[in-house]
């Protein structure tokens, strides 16, 4: 993750609302724009092109990883928004 990621996991755990709040992002016409204006009033900046790094950055790693290196991605390997909600449940 990253470090305003692992702070506002750390606030939405303590704070039912903004756990709320984020996991009805999904519902949210552009999702990732609003959680990242969530996490932004939250004192947790972080940008929709911050998200897609580390979705990059984990699948690259991933497909470095495997025995003589994959050919081609795997769809949902690499997804932090998902992976964060995810941790909020």
Sequence with gaps: MNPSLDKLLKLAL???D???KLLATRQAEDPLD???RISCENGCPITVGEIFTINQTLCDNL????NGGATYPIEDW?????MFLSALI
């Design 63 to 66: 497909l470095k990883s495997t």
């Design 78 to 82: 690499a997804d932090a928004y998902e």
């Design 34 to 36: 609003e959680f990242c």
């Design 18 to 20: 903004l756990k709320a």
């Design 14 to 16: 303590e704070n039912s």
